[in-house]
Protein backbone atom coordinates (compact mmCIF):
# COMPACT_ATOMS: atom_id res chain seq x y z
CA UNK A 1 0.00 0.00 0.00
CA UNK A 2 0.97 3.50 -1.33
CA UNK A 3 2.15 6.21 1.29
CA UNK A 4 -0.91 8.36 -0.40
CA UNK A 5 -3.54 5.17 -0.61
CA UNK A 6 -2.90 4.97 3.50
CA UNK A 7 -3.69 8.66 3.24
CA UNK A 8 -6.89 8.22 1.28
CA UNK A 9 -7.94 5.13 3.82
CA UNK A 10 -7.29 6.87 6.74
CA UNK A 11 -9.52 9.67 5.78
CA UNK A 12 -11.99 7.75 5.21
CA UNK A 13 -12.02 5.64 8.21
CA UNK A 14 -11.67 8.77 10.03
CA UNK A 15 -14.61 10.08 8.43
CA UNK A 16 -17.08 7.38 9.61
CA UNK A 17 -15.75 7.29 13.09
CA UNK A 18 -16.59 11.05 12.81
CA UNK A 19 -19.98 10.34 11.90
CA UNK A 20 -20.38 7.65 14.71
CA UNK A 21 -19.53 9.17 17.39
CA UNK A 22 -21.61 12.24 16.31
CA UNK A 23 -24.91 9.61 16.18
CA UNK A 24 -23.69 8.36 19.47
CA UNK A 25 -20.63 10.24 21.64
CA UNK A 26 -20.60 9.40 24.99
CA UNK A 27 -22.85 11.81 27.30
CA UNK A 28 -20.66 14.47 28.81
CA UNK A 29 -20.70 15.06 32.58
CA UNK A 30 -20.08 17.96 34.49
CA UNK A 31 -16.24 17.77 35.27
CA UNK A 32 -15.90 19.33 38.81
CA UNK A 33 -11.93 19.11 38.75
CA UNK A 34 -12.25 21.71 35.71
CA UNK A 35 -14.60 23.90 37.50
CA UNK A 36 -12.75 23.89 40.51
CA UNK A 37 -9.61 25.05 38.36
CA UNK A 38 -11.75 27.73 36.88
CA UNK A 39 -12.74 29.33 40.39
CA UNK A 40 -9.13 28.92 41.49
CA UNK A 41 -7.96 31.04 38.13
CA UNK A 42 -9.55 33.71 39.50
CA UNK A 43 -7.02 34.67 41.65
CA UNK A 44 -5.92 37.02 43.03
CA UNK A 45 -9.05 38.51 43.44
CA UNK A 46 -9.55 42.19 42.67
CA UNK A 47 -13.01 43.09 43.13
CA UNK A 48 -15.72 41.22 45.52
CA UNK A 49 -17.86 40.06 42.46
CA UNK A 50 -15.65 37.66 41.05
CA UNK A 51 -14.16 36.61 44.85
CA UNK A 52 -17.76 36.08 45.88
CA UNK A 53 -18.36 33.49 43.15
CA UNK A 54 -14.85 31.90 42.99
CA UNK A 55 -15.02 31.52 47.38
CA UNK A 56 -18.97 30.28 47.25
CA UNK A 57 -17.90 28.16 44.89
CA UNK A 58 -14.84 26.12 46.16
CA UNK A 59 -16.83 25.76 49.57
CA UNK A 60 -19.22 23.63 47.45
CA UNK A 61 -16.46 21.61 46.18
CA UNK A 62 -14.93 21.43 49.83
CA UNK A 63 -12.12 23.68 49.34
CA UNK A 64 -10.47 24.82 53.25
CA UNK A 65 -8.67 27.70 52.99
CA UNK A 66 -5.26 28.58 54.02
CA UNK A 67 -4.92 31.27 56.81
CA UNK A 68 -2.74 33.45 54.32
CA UNK A 69 -6.11 33.44 51.57
CA UNK A 70 -8.43 34.28 54.93
CA UNK A 71 -6.93 36.92 55.62
CA UNK A 72 -6.34 38.46 51.79
CA UNK A 73 -10.27 37.58 51.44
CA UNK A 74 -11.09 39.81 54.64
CA UNK A 75 -8.62 42.97 54.10
CA UNK A 76 -10.85 42.68 50.35
CA UNK A 77 -13.92 43.20 51.66
CA UNK A 78 -12.93 45.89 53.85
CA UNK A 79 -11.50 47.63 51.24
CA UNK A 80 -13.64 46.81 48.39
CA UNK A 81 -17.06 47.20 50.24
CA UNK A 82 -19.56 49.71 49.06
CA UNK A 83 -21.73 50.28 51.88
CA UNK A 84 -24.14 52.48 49.81
CA UNK A 85 -24.54 49.59 47.82
CA UNK A 86 -26.79 45.80 48.62
CA UNK A 87 -24.79 44.15 46.17
CA UNK A 88 -21.80 44.80 47.39
CA UNK A 89 -22.96 44.81 50.92
CA UNK A 90 -24.05 41.30 49.91
CA UNK A 91 -21.16 40.30 48.25
CA UNK A 92 -19.04 41.63 51.24
CA UNK A 93 -21.17 39.98 54.01
CA UNK A 94 -21.49 36.94 52.44
CA UNK A 95 -17.32 36.71 51.90
CA UNK A 96 -16.89 37.81 55.11
CA UNK A 97 -18.93 34.43 56.54
CA UNK A 98 -16.78 32.44 54.81
CA UNK A 99 -13.93 33.75 56.94
CA UNK A 100 -13.44 33.06 60.69
CA UNK A 101 -13.07 36.20 62.81
CA UNK A 102 -13.59 38.44 60.02
CA UNK A 103 -15.78 40.74 61.65
CA UNK A 104 -17.11 43.99 59.71
CA UNK A 105 -19.40 46.80 61.17
CA UNK A 106 -22.41 45.80 60.31
CA UNK A 107 -24.88 48.40 61.81
CA UNK A 108 -23.21 50.73 59.20
CA UNK A 109 -24.57 49.02 56.26
CA UNK A 110 -28.16 48.49 58.13
CA UNK A 111 -29.29 51.58 56.57
CA UNK A 112 -28.65 49.96 53.24
CA UNK A 113 -30.41 46.75 54.02
CA UNK A 114 -33.56 48.31 55.02
CA UNK A 115 -33.41 50.52 51.94
CA UNK A 116 -33.27 47.50 49.93
CA UNK A 117 -36.16 45.87 51.62
CA UNK A 118 -38.71 48.14 50.73
CA UNK A 119 -36.95 49.03 47.01
CA UNK A 120 -39.00 48.48 43.51
CA UNK A 121 -36.62 46.52 41.66
CA UNK A 122 -36.21 42.26 41.99
CA UNK A 123 -32.71 42.11 42.48
CA UNK A 124 -32.32 44.40 44.97
CA UNK A 125 -35.03 42.27 47.03
CA UNK A 126 -33.54 39.44 46.47
CA UNK A 127 -29.89 40.60 47.62
CA UNK A 128 -31.49 41.95 50.92
CA UNK A 129 -33.61 38.21 51.37
CA UNK A 130 -29.59 36.85 50.91
CA UNK A 131 -28.44 39.65 53.34
CA UNK A 132 -30.82 39.06 55.90
CA UNK A 133 -30.09 34.70 55.46
CA UNK A 134 -26.32 34.99 55.97
CA UNK A 135 -26.82 37.75 58.90
CA UNK A 136 -29.59 35.55 60.77
CA UNK A 137 -32.22 38.84 60.32
CA UNK A 138 -35.52 38.18 60.23
CA UNK A 139 -37.94 38.81 57.38
CA UNK A 140 -41.28 39.71 57.06
CA UNK A 141 -42.09 37.22 54.50
CA UNK A 142 -45.81 39.15 53.69
CA UNK A 143 -44.11 42.24 52.90
CA UNK A 144 -41.34 40.83 51.23
CA UNK A 145 -43.41 38.63 48.78
CA UNK A 146 -45.83 41.62 47.86
CA UNK A 147 -42.69 43.45 47.23
CA UNK A 148 -41.17 40.72 44.82
CA UNK A 149 -45.31 40.76 43.18
CA UNK A 150 -45.37 44.24 42.59
CA UNK A 151 -41.64 44.58 41.09
CA UNK A 152 -42.16 41.56 38.82
CA UNK A 153 -44.88 43.70 37.09
CA UNK A 154 -42.63 46.41 36.10
CA UNK A 155 -39.59 44.14 34.82
CA UNK A 156 -40.34 40.50 34.46
CA UNK A 157 -37.28 40.18 32.96
CA UNK A 158 -36.67 35.69 33.33
CA UNK A 159 -33.50 36.81 35.60
CA UNK A 160 -35.63 38.73 37.85
CA UNK A 161 -38.28 35.80 37.55
CA UNK A 162 -35.24 33.47 38.92
CA UNK A 163 -34.18 35.93 41.62
CA UNK A 164 -37.92 35.80 42.62
CA UNK A 165 -37.74 32.09 43.28
CA UNK A 166 -34.89 31.79 45.22
CA UNK A 167 -36.49 34.90 48.01
CA UNK A 168 -39.60 33.19 48.08
CA UNK A 169 -37.85 29.83 49.32
CA UNK A 170 -36.29 31.58 52.04
CA UNK A 171 -40.26 32.92 53.01
CA UNK A 172 -42.32 31.43 55.57
CA UNK A 173 -45.55 32.65 53.78
CA UNK A 174 -46.75 33.91 50.54
CA UNK A 175 -44.71 31.39 48.31
CA UNK A 176 -47.90 29.95 46.49
CA UNK A 177 -47.74 32.81 43.97
CA UNK A 178 -44.47 32.68 43.19
CA UNK A 179 -44.52 28.94 42.96
CA UNK A 180 -47.35 28.98 40.30
CA UNK A 181 -45.35 31.25 37.95
CA UNK A 182 -43.00 28.04 37.42
CA UNK A 183 -45.89 27.07 35.17
CA UNK A 184 -44.57 30.27 32.94
CA UNK A 185 -41.16 30.60 33.52
CA UNK A 186 -40.95 27.34 32.05
CA UNK A 187 -42.62 27.84 29.24
CA UNK A 188 -40.45 30.55 28.12
CA UNK A 189 -37.34 28.49 28.03
CA UNK A 190 -35.77 28.61 24.58
CA UNK A 191 -36.16 25.15 22.80
CA UNK A 192 -32.86 24.73 19.99
CA UNK A 193 -32.50 21.58 17.58
CA UNK A 194 -35.64 19.86 19.53
CA UNK A 195 -32.91 18.76 22.35
CA UNK A 196 -31.76 21.70 24.41
CA UNK A 197 -33.58 24.43 26.47
CA UNK A 198 -32.27 27.20 27.91
CA UNK A 199 -32.70 30.83 28.44
CA UNK A 200 -32.13 34.16 27.38
CA UNK A 201 -28.62 34.88 29.51
CA UNK A 202 -26.66 32.11 29.11
CA UNK A 203 -25.84 29.12 31.11
CA UNK A 204 -25.49 31.43 34.49
CA UNK A 205 -29.17 32.68 33.93
CA UNK A 206 -30.21 28.89 33.39
CA UNK A 207 -28.45 27.61 36.20
CA UNK A 208 -29.90 29.95 38.32
CA UNK A 209 -33.32 29.51 37.66
CA UNK A 210 -33.41 25.89 37.33
CA UNK A 211 -31.93 26.11 40.93
CA UNK A 212 -34.36 28.16 42.16
CA UNK A 213 -36.99 25.80 41.18
CA UNK A 214 -35.47 23.26 43.05
CA UNK A 215 -34.90 24.90 45.76
CA UNK A 216 -38.72 26.52 45.76
CA UNK A 217 -40.30 23.29 45.38
CA UNK A 218 -38.22 21.54 48.04
CA UNK A 219 -39.62 24.53 50.46
CA UNK A 220 -43.23 23.67 49.21
CA UNK A 221 -42.63 20.28 49.20
CA UNK A 222 -44.18 19.65 46.07
CA UNK A 223 -42.98 19.49 42.34
CA UNK A 224 -44.31 21.49 39.34
CA UNK A 225 -46.41 18.85 37.31
CA UNK A 226 -45.28 20.58 34.32
CA UNK A 227 -41.53 20.10 35.27
CA UNK A 228 -41.21 16.46 33.86
CA UNK A 229 -38.20 14.38 32.94
CA UNK A 230 -38.51 15.25 28.97
CA UNK A 231 -37.90 19.24 30.15
CA UNK A 232 -35.93 18.20 32.83
CA UNK A 233 -33.44 16.25 30.05
CA UNK A 234 -33.34 19.26 27.71
CA UNK A 235 -32.11 21.55 30.58
CA UNK A 236 -29.46 18.97 31.12
CA UNK A 237 -28.47 18.80 27.41
CA UNK A 238 -28.12 22.26 27.82
CA UNK A 239 -25.84 22.46 30.79
CA UNK A 240 -23.39 20.04 29.81
CA UNK A 241 -22.93 21.46 26.76
CA UNK A 242 -21.80 24.78 28.13
CA UNK A 243 -19.61 22.48 30.95
CA UNK A 244 -17.23 25.27 29.78
CA UNK A 245 -17.83 28.47 31.66
CA UNK A 246 -16.50 31.73 30.77
CA UNK A 247 -16.90 33.81 33.71
CA UNK A 248 -17.39 33.26 37.49
CA UNK A 249 -20.78 33.95 37.91
CA UNK A 250 -21.78 31.23 35.32
CA UNK A 251 -19.23 28.87 36.59
CA UNK A 252 -20.63 28.99 40.47
CA UNK A 253 -24.18 29.16 39.48
CA UNK A 254 -23.40 26.06 36.89
CA UNK A 255 -21.53 24.26 40.03
CA UNK A 256 -24.74 25.04 42.60
CA UNK A 257 -27.44 23.72 39.73
CA UNK A 258 -25.03 20.38 38.97
CA UNK A 259 -25.02 19.37 42.48
CA UNK A 260 -28.37 20.53 42.90
CA UNK A 261 -29.79 17.85 40.04
CA UNK A 262 -27.59 15.27 41.91
CA UNK A 263 -29.43 14.95 45.43
CA UNK A 264 -32.78 16.43 45.67
CA UNK A 265 -36.12 15.40 46.43
CA UNK A 266 -37.71 15.11 43.08
CA UNK A 267 -35.79 14.13 39.86
CA UNK A 268 -32.03 12.71 39.89
CA UNK A 269 -30.80 12.88 36.07
CA UNK A 270 -28.29 9.80 35.47
CA UNK A 271 -25.79 9.43 32.59
CA UNK A 272 -25.07 6.84 30.52
CA UNK A 273 -21.95 5.98 28.94
CA UNK A 274 -20.16 3.50 26.81
CA UNK A 275 -17.05 2.46 28.15
CA UNK A 276 -15.99 -0.28 26.29
CA UNK A 277 -14.95 -0.25 22.38
CA UNK A 278 -17.96 0.52 19.72
CA UNK A 279 -17.44 -2.54 18.35
CA UNK A 280 -18.25 -6.11 19.75
CA UNK A 281 -17.64 -9.83 18.12
CA UNK A 282 -17.58 -12.80 18.88
CA UNK A 283 -14.30 -12.45 19.53
CA UNK A 284 -15.32 -8.73 22.25
CA UNK A 285 -18.72 -10.16 23.12
CA UNK A 286 -18.77 -7.80 26.25
CA UNK A 287 -20.56 -4.90 26.31
CA UNK A 288 -18.90 -2.65 29.52
CA UNK A 289 -20.80 0.95 30.31
CA UNK A 290 -20.86 3.60 33.34
CA UNK A 291 -23.93 5.32 35.27
CA UNK A 292 -22.96 8.38 37.01
CA UNK A 293 -24.67 11.25 38.16
CA UNK A 294 -24.28 14.29 36.15
CA UNK A 295 -21.14 15.12 37.98
CA UNK A 296 -19.79 12.00 37.05
CA UNK A 297 -20.35 10.44 40.24
CA UNK A 298 -21.83 7.25 41.87
CA UNK A 299 -25.24 7.44 42.83
CA UNK A 300 -24.84 7.12 46.87
CA UNK A 301 -29.09 6.81 47.28
CA UNK A 302 -29.39 3.92 45.87
CA UNK A 303 -28.68 0.68 44.36
CA UNK A 304 -29.20 0.13 40.81
CA UNK A 305 -30.31 -2.87 38.72
CA UNK A 306 -29.36 -2.61 35.46
CA UNK A 307 -30.86 -4.39 32.49
CA UNK A 308 -30.07 -4.70 28.26
CA UNK A 309 -33.87 -4.40 26.99
CA UNK A 310 -32.97 -5.38 23.54
CA UNK A 311 -30.38 -4.09 21.11
CA UNK A 312 -31.36 -4.13 16.97
CA UNK A 313 -30.37 -2.54 13.91
CA UNK A 314 -32.54 -1.82 10.87
CA UNK A 315 -31.81 -4.99 9.78
CA UNK A 316 -31.47 -7.57 12.29
CA UNK A 317 -31.48 -8.13 16.14
CA UNK A 318 -28.68 -9.03 18.44
CA UNK A 319 -30.96 -9.32 21.66
CA UNK A 320 -34.56 -9.39 21.59
CA UNK A 321 -35.59 -10.12 25.35
CA UNK A 322 -33.95 -8.34 28.30
CA UNK A 323 -30.84 -9.11 29.84
CA UNK A 324 -29.44 -7.77 32.99
CA UNK A 325 -25.82 -6.19 33.54
CA UNK A 326 -23.36 -7.46 36.33
CA UNK A 327 -21.95 -4.72 38.22
CA UNK A 328 -18.26 -4.55 38.14
CA UNK A 329 -16.67 -2.30 40.58
CA UNK A 330 -18.16 -1.58 43.64
CA UNK A 331 -19.25 1.95 44.06
CA UNK A 332 -21.84 1.05 41.27
CA UNK A 333 -20.58 3.04 38.53
CA UNK A 334 -19.69 0.19 36.02
CA UNK A 335 -21.76 -2.41 34.56
CA UNK A 336 -21.27 -4.99 32.27
CA UNK A 337 -23.30 -7.22 29.61
CA UNK A 338 -22.34 -10.35 27.24
CA UNK A 339 -23.94 -9.11 23.89
CA UNK A 340 -22.78 -11.65 21.80
CA UNK A 341 -23.40 -15.18 21.38
CA UNK A 342 -22.00 -15.84 18.27
CA UNK A 343 -21.21 -13.92 15.22
CA UNK A 344 -23.71 -11.76 14.07
CA UNK A 345 -24.54 -10.10 10.93
CA UNK A 346 -22.27 -6.72 10.82
CA UNK A 347 -24.16 -3.69 11.42
CA UNK A 348 -24.93 -0.68 14.03
CA UNK A 349 -26.88 -2.06 16.48
CA UNK A 350 -28.88 0.40 19.29
CA UNK A 351 -29.02 -1.02 22.97
CA UNK A 352 -31.72 -0.38 24.99
CA UNK A 353 -30.71 0.27 28.45
CA UNK A 354 -33.08 0.56 31.63
CA UNK A 355 -32.32 1.21 35.58
CA UNK A 356 -34.26 0.56 38.44
CA UNK A 357 -33.62 1.16 42.28
CA UNK A 358 -32.89 -2.26 44.76
CA UNK A 359 -34.84 -2.86 47.79
CA UNK A 360 -36.27 -1.41 49.65
CA UNK A 361 -35.57 1.34 47.56
CA UNK A 362 -37.48 0.25 44.18
CA UNK A 363 -40.24 2.73 44.83
CA UNK A 364 -37.93 5.40 44.30
CA UNK A 365 -38.86 7.38 40.93
CA UNK A 366 -36.57 9.86 41.52
CA UNK A 367 -33.93 8.29 38.82
CA UNK A 368 -33.47 8.29 34.96
CA UNK A 369 -31.50 8.06 32.30
CA UNK A 370 -30.81 10.89 30.33
CA UNK A 371 -29.83 9.08 27.87
CA UNK A 372 -31.12 5.54 27.28
CA UNK A 373 -29.30 4.33 24.78
CA UNK A 374 -25.83 2.92 23.21
CA UNK A 375 -24.48 2.42 19.63
CA UNK A 376 -21.92 -0.62 19.17
CA UNK A 377 -20.96 -1.48 16.12
CA UNK A 378 -20.22 -5.25 14.86
CA UNK A 379 -17.60 -5.77 12.34
CA UNK A 380 -16.47 -8.24 9.59
CA UNK A 381 -13.84 -9.05 7.33
CA UNK A 382 -14.25 -8.77 3.87
CA UNK A 383 -12.55 -9.67 0.67
CA UNK A 384 -12.33 -8.30 -2.95
CA UNK A 385 -13.43 -11.39 -5.14
CA UNK A 386 -14.18 -11.94 -8.78
CA UNK A 387 -11.74 -8.69 -10.04
CA UNK A 388 -11.84 -8.20 -14.03
CA UNK A 389 -10.25 -5.44 -16.05
CA UNK A 390 -9.91 -4.19 -19.21
CA UNK A 391 -9.58 -1.50 -22.32
CA UNK A 392 -12.19 -1.31 -25.02
CA UNK A 393 -13.25 0.73 -27.57
CA UNK A 394 -16.03 3.19 -26.36
CA UNK A 395 -18.81 2.38 -29.34
CA UNK A 396 -18.45 -1.42 -28.93
CA UNK A 397 -20.00 -3.42 -25.99
CA UNK A 398 -17.67 -5.01 -23.03
CA UNK A 399 -14.67 -6.46 -24.05
CA UNK A 400 -12.63 -9.51 -23.17
CA UNK A 401 -11.84 -8.62 -19.64
CA UNK A 402 -8.50 -10.05 -17.80
CA UNK A 403 -9.35 -11.85 -14.08
CA UNK A 404 -7.10 -10.93 -11.17
CA UNK A 405 -6.64 -12.69 -8.12
CA UNK A 406 -6.09 -11.35 -4.57
CA UNK A 407 -3.74 -8.02 -4.38
CA UNK A 408 -2.42 -9.05 -7.75
CA UNK A 409 -1.44 -6.94 -10.60
CA UNK A 410 -2.29 -7.17 -14.37
CA UNK A 411 1.16 -7.99 -15.78
CA UNK A 412 1.05 -6.06 -19.22
CA UNK A 413 0.33 -2.40 -19.66
CA UNK A 414 -3.07 -1.34 -20.72
CA UNK A 415 -3.23 1.31 -23.55
CA UNK A 416 -5.85 3.84 -24.10
CA UNK A 417 -6.80 6.56 -25.44
CA UNK A 418 -9.93 9.44 -25.87
CA UNK A 419 -12.32 6.43 -27.67
CA UNK A 420 -11.84 4.25 -25.11
CA UNK A 421 -13.65 3.00 -22.10
CA UNK A 422 -11.99 1.25 -18.98
CA UNK A 423 -14.27 -1.39 -17.27
CA UNK A 424 -13.34 -3.15 -14.04
CA UNK A 425 -15.93 -5.36 -12.13
CA UNK A 426 -15.97 -7.20 -8.85
CA UNK A 427 -17.52 -7.84 -5.67
CA UNK A 428 -16.87 -7.13 -2.23
CA UNK A 429 -17.78 -10.30 -0.08
CA UNK A 430 -18.34 -10.96 3.98
CA UNK A 431 -15.44 -13.50 4.33
CA UNK A 432 -17.20 -15.32 7.47
CA UNK A 433 -20.54 -15.60 5.45
CA UNK A 434 -19.74 -15.09 2.19
CA UNK A 435 -22.82 -12.76 1.34
CA UNK A 436 -22.45 -10.11 -1.10
CA UNK A 437 -21.92 -6.80 0.74
CA UNK A 438 -22.51 -3.22 -0.23
CA UNK A 439 -20.14 -0.80 1.66
CA UNK A 440 -20.09 3.19 2.00
CA UNK A 441 -17.20 3.60 0.08
CA UNK A 442 -15.55 1.79 -3.45
CA UNK A 443 -13.33 3.76 -5.63
CA UNK A 444 -11.24 3.93 -8.78
CA UNK A 445 -7.99 6.01 -8.59
CA UNK A 446 -6.29 7.03 -11.30
CA UNK A 447 -2.27 8.79 -10.59
CA UNK A 448 0.12 10.20 -12.80
CA UNK A 449 3.56 10.29 -11.19
CA UNK A 450 5.35 13.06 -13.17
CA UNK A 451 2.21 15.58 -12.05
CA UNK A 452 0.97 14.15 -9.13
CA UNK A 453 -2.54 14.18 -10.88
CA UNK A 454 -4.81 12.28 -9.07
CA UNK A 455 -8.80 11.61 -10.41
CA UNK A 456 -11.22 9.31 -8.65
CA UNK A 457 -14.49 7.57 -10.07
CA UNK A 458 -16.97 6.22 -8.11
CA UNK A 459 -18.18 2.16 -8.43
CA UNK A 460 -21.71 1.34 -8.71
CA UNK A 461 -23.61 -1.30 -6.64
CA UNK A 462 -25.53 -2.99 -8.38
CA UNK A 463 -27.10 -7.07 -7.95
CA UNK A 464 -24.21 -7.99 -5.70
CA UNK A 465 -21.53 -6.73 -7.80
CA UNK A 466 -19.75 -3.47 -7.74
CA UNK A 467 -19.03 -1.68 -11.86
CA UNK A 468 -16.83 1.12 -12.90
CA UNK A 469 -17.14 1.88 -16.67
CA UNK A 470 -14.34 4.88 -17.19
CA UNK A 471 -15.46 6.93 -20.60
CA UNK A 472 -11.83 8.29 -21.00
CA UNK A 473 -13.52 10.44 -23.67
CA UNK A 474 -16.29 11.76 -21.86
CA UNK A 475 -13.83 12.46 -18.65
CA UNK A 476 -10.92 13.50 -20.22
CA UNK A 477 -10.92 17.29 -19.13
CA UNK A 478 -10.73 15.19 -15.71
CA UNK A 479 -7.35 14.00 -16.98
CA UNK A 480 -6.58 17.66 -18.90
CA UNK A 481 -5.95 15.90 -21.70
CA UNK A 482 -2.27 15.04 -20.51
CA UNK A 483 -1.07 11.60 -21.44
CA UNK A 484 0.86 9.37 -19.64
CA UNK A 485 1.06 5.76 -17.67
CA UNK A 486 -1.67 6.27 -15.12
CA UNK A 487 -1.65 3.93 -12.14
CA UNK A 488 -4.76 2.35 -11.42
CA UNK A 489 -5.92 1.61 -8.02
CA UNK A 490 -9.06 0.23 -5.86
CA UNK A 491 -10.30 1.28 -2.89
CA UNK A 492 -12.89 -0.50 -0.52
CA UNK A 493 -13.58 0.86 2.97
CA UNK A 494 -16.55 0.76 5.72
CA UNK A 495 -17.05 1.13 9.14
CA UNK A 496 -17.95 -2.11 9.56
CA UNK A 497 -15.27 -3.24 7.52
CA UNK A 498 -11.63 -4.56 9.65
CA UNK A 499 -9.54 -4.72 6.72
CA UNK A 500 -10.21 -1.67 4.54
CA UNK A 501 -8.66 -3.05 1.00
CA UNK A 502 -6.27 -0.87 -1.80
CA UNK A 503 -5.12 -2.61 -4.27
CA UNK A 504 -3.21 -1.71 -7.37
CA UNK A 505 -4.55 -3.27 -10.40
CA UNK A 506 -2.91 -1.99 -13.37
CA UNK A 507 -1.25 0.96 -15.40
CA UNK A 508 -2.73 2.55 -18.61
CA UNK A 509 -1.16 4.30 -20.31
CA UNK A 510 -3.45 7.05 -21.89
CA UNK A 511 -2.46 8.73 -25.13
CA UNK A 512 -4.94 11.99 -25.78
CA UNK A 513 -4.29 13.75 -29.64
CA UNK A 514 -1.63 16.56 -29.41
CA UNK A 515 -4.37 19.20 -30.70
CA UNK A 516 -6.53 18.32 -28.12
CA UNK A 517 -3.77 18.72 -25.29
CA UNK A 518 -2.37 21.93 -26.89
CA UNK A 519 -6.16 23.52 -26.77
CA UNK A 520 -6.03 21.78 -23.18
CA UNK A 521 -2.94 24.29 -22.12
CA UNK A 522 -4.36 27.00 -24.10
CA UNK A 523 -7.43 26.46 -22.09
CA UNK A 524 -6.04 26.71 -18.80
CA UNK A 525 -3.45 29.43 -20.15
CA UNK A 526 -6.34 31.33 -21.12
CA UNK A 527 -8.20 30.75 -17.49
CA UNK A 528 -5.11 32.02 -15.22
CA UNK A 529 -4.03 34.80 -18.00
CA UNK A 530 -4.74 38.51 -17.30
CA UNK A 531 -7.77 40.06 -18.12
CA UNK A 532 -8.45 43.32 -20.10
CA UNK A 533 -9.27 45.83 -17.50
CA UNK A 534 -12.86 46.75 -17.30
CA UNK A 535 -13.54 50.53 -18.28
CA UNK A 536 -16.86 51.88 -16.96
CA UNK A 537 -18.64 54.34 -19.23
CA UNK A 538 -20.34 57.22 -16.49
CA UNK A 539 -23.26 59.27 -18.34
CA UNK A 540 -22.13 62.32 -19.67
CA UNK A 541 -22.91 65.64 -17.81
CA UNK A 542 -25.60 67.49 -19.09
CA UNK A 543 -24.67 70.91 -20.80
CA UNK A 544 -25.02 73.69 -18.81
CA UNK A 545 -26.14 77.45 -19.92
CA UNK A 546 -23.36 79.47 -20.69
CA UNK A 547 -21.15 82.17 -18.61
CA UNK A 548 -23.05 85.54 -19.81
CA UNK A 549 -26.26 83.87 -19.15
CA UNK A 550 -25.94 83.19 -15.26
CA UNK A 551 -24.00 86.52 -14.94
CA UNK A 552 -27.19 88.17 -16.44
CA UNK A 553 -29.33 86.18 -13.98
CA UNK A 554 -27.30 86.85 -11.50
CA UNK A 555 -27.37 90.66 -11.83
CA UNK A 556 -31.34 90.64 -11.98
CA UNK A 557 -31.57 88.60 -8.81
CA UNK A 558 -29.32 91.25 -6.48
CA UNK A 559 -30.54 94.37 -8.77
CA UNK A 560 -33.34 94.87 -6.07
CA UNK A 561 -31.25 94.82 -3.40
CA UNK A 562 -28.72 97.53 -5.33
CA UNK A 563 -31.88 99.45 -5.84
CA UNK A 564 -32.68 99.60 -1.99
CA UNK A 565 -29.14 100.59 -1.36
CA UNK A 566 -29.54 103.42 -3.93
CA UNK A 567 -32.84 105.13 -2.26
CA UNK A 568 -31.54 104.53 1.26
CA UNK A 569 -28.57 106.91 -0.22
CA UNK A 570 -30.72 109.15 -2.04
CA UNK A 571 -33.65 109.80 1.11
CA UNK A 572 -31.07 109.26 3.66
CA UNK A 573 -31.46 106.72 6.83
CA UNK A 574 -33.55 107.58 9.52
CA UNK A 575 -32.41 105.77 12.99
CA UNK A 576 -34.84 108.08 15.08
CA UNK A 577 -37.77 105.87 15.56
CA UNK A 578 -35.19 103.00 16.25
CA UNK A 579 -36.08 101.20 19.97
CA UNK A 580 -33.15 100.14 21.86
CA UNK A 581 -36.03 97.96 23.95
CA UNK A 582 -35.62 94.48 24.71
CA UNK A 583 -38.87 93.68 21.94
CA UNK A 584 -36.91 95.77 19.72
CA UNK A 585 -33.60 93.79 20.27
CA UNK A 586 -34.87 90.80 19.64
CA UNK A 587 -37.20 91.51 16.83
CA UNK A 588 -33.97 92.63 14.52
CA UNK A 589 -31.74 89.38 15.92
CA UNK A 590 -34.63 87.04 15.08
CA UNK A 591 -34.97 88.72 11.91
CA UNK A 592 -31.58 88.32 11.20
CA UNK A 593 -31.53 84.95 12.44
CA UNK A 594 -34.47 84.57 9.83
CA UNK A 595 -32.16 86.19 6.78
CA UNK A 596 -29.20 83.27 7.79
CA UNK A 597 -31.78 80.57 7.83
CA UNK A 598 -32.56 81.41 4.38
CA UNK A 599 -29.13 81.10 3.97
CA UNK A 600 -28.39 78.05 5.80
CA UNK A 601 -31.57 76.15 4.04
CA UNK A 602 -29.63 77.85 0.53
CA UNK A 603 -26.09 76.20 1.43
CA UNK A 604 -27.22 72.70 3.78
CA UNK A 605 -30.32 72.66 5.61
CA UNK A 606 -33.44 70.43 4.40
CA UNK A 607 -36.64 71.63 4.12
CA UNK A 608 -37.95 69.68 6.98
CA UNK A 609 -35.27 71.54 9.56
CA UNK A 610 -35.44 74.58 8.17
CA UNK A 611 -39.59 74.73 9.00
CA UNK A 612 -38.52 73.60 12.40
CA UNK A 613 -36.07 76.26 13.14
CA UNK A 614 -38.19 79.12 11.37
CA UNK A 615 -41.10 77.96 13.63
CA UNK A 616 -39.03 78.66 16.48
CA UNK A 617 -37.51 82.06 14.86
CA UNK A 618 -40.58 83.02 13.68
CA UNK A 619 -42.91 82.77 16.74
CA UNK A 620 -40.45 85.06 18.59
CA UNK A 621 -39.76 87.11 15.51
CA UNK A 622 -43.78 87.80 16.13
CA UNK A 623 -44.37 88.44 19.58
CA UNK A 624 -41.20 90.63 19.59
CA UNK A 625 -42.51 92.52 16.40
CA UNK A 626 -46.18 92.81 17.98
CA UNK A 627 -45.05 94.39 21.32
CA UNK A 628 -42.46 96.55 18.88
CA UNK A 629 -45.13 97.78 16.94
CA UNK A 630 -47.00 98.30 20.33
CA UNK A 631 -44.62 100.86 21.75
CA UNK A 632 -43.93 102.78 18.55
CA UNK A 633 -47.94 103.61 18.31
CA UNK A 634 -48.39 104.44 22.15
CA UNK A 635 -46.84 107.72 21.64
CA UNK A 636 -49.07 109.01 18.51
CA UNK A 637 -51.90 107.65 20.84
CA UNK A 638 -51.24 109.81 23.41
CA UNK A 639 -50.63 112.71 21.00
CA UNK A 640 -54.33 112.11 19.37
Known sequence: ???????????????????????????????????????ESVKPYSDLSNAFYSVKGLELLGEKFQPQTQAEICNLVKLKIDKNSIESVFFGLSLASSVPNCVLPN???????????????????????????????????????KSVIDALKTDSSILNQGYALHIASL???????????????????DEVDKK?????????TTSLVLDGIFELCAKMKQFSPK?????????????????????????YFLLKASLKLTDNQFHIPLVLNRLSSVSVSSDQPNLLISITNLVGASVK?????????????SKSTLLSAKKPFTAKSSDGTTYELKLVEQQPEADFYTVAISISPKAPAQNDKRFFLVSNSVLVKVTTVVSVSDLQI???????????????????KLQKKLEADQQSKLYVRFSVKDKLKGSNLEVHQAFL????????REIIFLAQYSNGQYSADVDLGTNSKSFRRLSGVYSVELIVADALMQNPVSWNLADVNLHFIEEQASSAFQDKAALYAKKPEIKHLFRLPEQTPSTLVSRVFTGLVLAPLAILFILWFKIGFNFRRFSFSLSGIVFHVALAGIFGLFYCYWIKLNMFQTIRYLALLGGIAFFAGNRLLRSLAAPKNKEQ
Not at 399 to 406: D, E, N
Request: one cysteine or more; a positive charge; proline letters at 2%.
Open 1 to 39: MTSKSFLILTVLISCVAITLSSTNSNYPTINLANLRNFL
Open 227 to 251: FDQAKLTKFVNYLTSKRSPTNARSA
Open 107 to 145: AEYQATINKAASSKKVADLYYYSQVAKTAKQPIDSKVLS
Open 171 to 189: LSEGQKTLFDMIEDILEQA
Open 390 to 408: GVGDRDQGLPKLSSLQANQ
Open 196 to 204: FLQYEGGVG
Open 301 to 313: QVKLDVDALSAKS
Open 445 to 452: RFSEAKSG
